[in-house]
């Protein structure tokens, strides 16, 4: 059975740090890419952070220098370090799991961050 769980959301003032995990089961980690996406209220889904099987990253412009996506495959893990924190991070955050040229494609069911004073 698939499962991809996130963790470590939550409250936090601005400029101040935040670590999401997502640990993943039911299929070869190594194998898939991972990502994490988020989704503010009443916007769509954007890509946030992406780390692929080789460990190359690539982010979305609005997060780079301040966020830092990293994976342990020993561990099944993904991660998403997140400091400089802005309120227009806030949002749920999702993890994914794909993996290419197959189709296959796992969403967790998110974890929230609220970035406020």
């Known amino acids: 059975q698939v499962q991809v769980v996130e963790s470590g959301g939550g409250l936090v003032q601005p400029g101040g740090s935040l670590r999401l995990s997502c640990a993943a089961s039911?299929?070869?980690?190594?194998?898939?890419?991972m990502s994490w996406y988020r989704q503010a209220p009443g916007k769509e889904r954007e890509l946030v952070a992406r780390?692929?099987?080789?460990?190359?990253?690539n982010y979305a412009d609005s997060v780079k220098g301040r966020f830092t996506i990293s994976r342990d495959n020993a561990k099944n893990t993904v991660f998403l370090q997140m400091n400089s924190l802005k309120p227009e991070d806030t949002a749920r955050y999702y993890c994914?799991?794909?993996?290419?040229?197959?189709?296959?494609?796992?969403w967790g069911q998110g974890t929230q961050v609220t970035v406020s004073s």
């Open positions: 994914n799991a794909k993996l290419l040229g197959i189709g296959l494609d796992y």
């Open positions: 039911g299929f070869t980690f190594s194998r898939y890419y």
């Open positions: 780390i692929s099987t080789g460990n190359s990253t």
